[in-house]
């Protein structure tokens, strides 16, 4: 077996450290709570405006804008299922279990369409071939535990998640994490997945449903979401605000804006579908004064990230975080600065799901040597955050009196029988000396990671029968030309 596919055990922290107080959550949900009730939220889809008309909520039809009352998000709130398991394909040891007491798991950036090889200097857009390679790496890395989209640019845009999805369900048979086109590519997906999952192991897939900022619910991301529900298909509800652009630069008044955009998303879904699972997973951007651009490399992203965690755990339902994330548009040693500096505390905060792996350039682009050398860092994280067993096994006193001024503990039957459990191993990480290392090739860790990267590919193994795929390919076909003929909504 190979290094890397031996699977990790993951659990929250046992202290989640927050960044918000209680009555700074209170405060937040509140202002939240009354945006929405007094400012209200534009919603383009027509049947979300009559949904919550029927409930009670005051719209706007002229300008789609929809004003929803506190009891109305209450109400919602009430129905949301606290913990759900997203299930893998057969094999019950990679469901990940999402809630306030569930566990910790990582995962690929989802629906991203740009790709740059290890060594180039500009990138390309994503094939098929890309798109493959992308899942069955993240197959065979132990801490990306959701395989997530990656969308290719060849075929027609209206079925690239339909697309994406029939390629994950036949690279890896590990929980699957996408980016909705439209509501009626989401009817197609659950297809797809009923070819292959057995009874009872559902759901299988979640998407990610986005709000637009400032307070824009778009036709396309509500219709997904909505349908999804229907299916049984869990929703990431998200907001991506830009701090100065599309929400107050202050990270207090972001954060207020990013909770009543979610909680709009959140409350259309379970009036909807009671009890519809949720995971509540904001992104935050923030504007690069200097450049105008948005920008995950800042700072300050942590603390967004983690307030997000806080807020989404004091509403009591699963959470997820953006997680690794970095503006340079390279894997170099800046991508990871940024990446450990916008991860970490987040981590600590304990989300289900942790998202960003593999990504560059403010979440535009992706590669497979950053996916591999990001495994690596969310290992580290994820055994932190495990903590030590401290008991008269580890504490090793009788093992410590026995020993002389000059023993050795490395013989010691104490260390064999502990040192595989208390230190992890790194097949990226240089601990050669200087004089070894020179004469082994001086190599830098780009070229470690893409070597990782093509033995996980080479040893790759299918996990569906030829028979499943050709109805895959069937059933993509079909999507194919019924998505291909409509106008999809905006």
């Known amino acids: 077996m190979h290094p890397a596919t031996v699977p990790s055990t993951l659990a929250h922290p046992r202290a989640r450290p927050s960044v918000l107080s209680p009555s700074q959550i209170r405060r937040l949900h509140e202002v939240a709570l009354d945006t929405l009730a007094r400012g209200g939220i534009y919603l383009k889809y027509g049947p979300s405006r009559e949904l ?54 990582g995962r690929p950036v989802s629906g991203l369409n740009w790709i740059i090889d290890a060594g180039a200097a500009t990138r390309r857009p994503v094939t098929e071939t890309d798109a493959v390679n992308w899942n069955r790496l993240a197959h065979g890395l132990p801490n990306m535990h959701v395989a997530s989209a990656a969308y290719d640019q060849e075929g027609h845009p209206n079925s690239m998640d339909v697309r994406s999805v029939a390629r994950m369900l036949q690279s890896t048979d590990k929980p699957l994490m996408m980016s909705a086109v439209s509501g009626e590519g989401m009817r197609w997906v659950k297809r797809l997945t009923d070819v292959t999952q057995p009874a009872g192991r559902h759901p299988r ?26 299916l049984g298909i869990p929703v990431a509800v998200n907001s991506s605000v830009m701090a100065g652009v599309s929400a107050p630069v202050t990270i207090a008044g972001a954060l207020a804006q990013m909770h009543a955009e979610m909680l709009a998303a959140l409350t259309i879904i379970k009036l909807h579908r009671p009890g519809a699972p949720i995971i509540y997973s904001g992104h935050p951007l923030i504007m690069d004064t200097r450049s105008g651009l948005a920008s995950v490399g800042f700072t300050e ?109 490395l013989g010691d039957d104490h260390t064999l029988a502990h040192f595989r459990s208390e230190h992890s191993y790194s097949d990226l990480a240089n601990r050669e000396n200087a004089a070894l290392w020179e004469a082994t090739g001086s190599k830098q860790v780009l070229q470690r990671a893409a070597a990782k990267a093509q033995s996980l590919l080479s040893d790759w193994q299918p996990v569906v029968s030829e028979d499943h795929r050709r109805e895959f390919s069937g059933l993509v076909a079909r999507a194919e030309k019924a998505l291909e003929a409509m106008q999809l909504p905006v």
Not at 384 to 390: I, K
Request: charged share 20%; aromatic share 6%; proline share 4%.
């Open 52 to 105: 919550l008309r029927s409930h009670g909520a005051s719209v706007d039809e002229a300008r789609q804008l929809v004003r929803i009352p506190r009891g109305l998000v209450e109400q919602a709130l009430t129905s949301a299922p606290r913990d759900f398991t997203l299930c893998s394909g057969s094999d019950a040891s990679r469901d990940c279990h999402l809630g306030p007491e569930g566990g910790q798991y």
């Open 205 to 230: 897939v979640m998407v990610l449903s986005s709000v637009n900022s400032p307070l824009i619910y778009g036709s396309g991301q509500t219709e997904a979401a909505m349908n999804s529900a229907e």
């Open 301 to 409: 992203i942590a603390l967004l990230q983690a307030a997000c965690i806080d807020l989404g755990r004091y509403l009591g339902l699963p959470t997820g975080s953006n997680g690794l994330t970095t503006d340079t548009c390279t894997p170099d040693a800046m991508a990871a600065s940024e990446k450990w500096s916008s991860a970490f505390l987040p981590a600590l905060a304990g989300p289900n799901i942790n998202a960003g792996a593999g990504s560059l350039a403010c979440l535009s682009t992706i590669s497979l040597e950053q996916l591999a050398i990001d495994d690596d860092i969310y290992g580290r994280i994820f055994r932190q955050l495990r903590g030590f067993n401290l008991d008269e096994e580890t504490l090793a006193a009788e093992v410590i009196a026995r020993a002389g001024y000059d023993a050795s503990f």
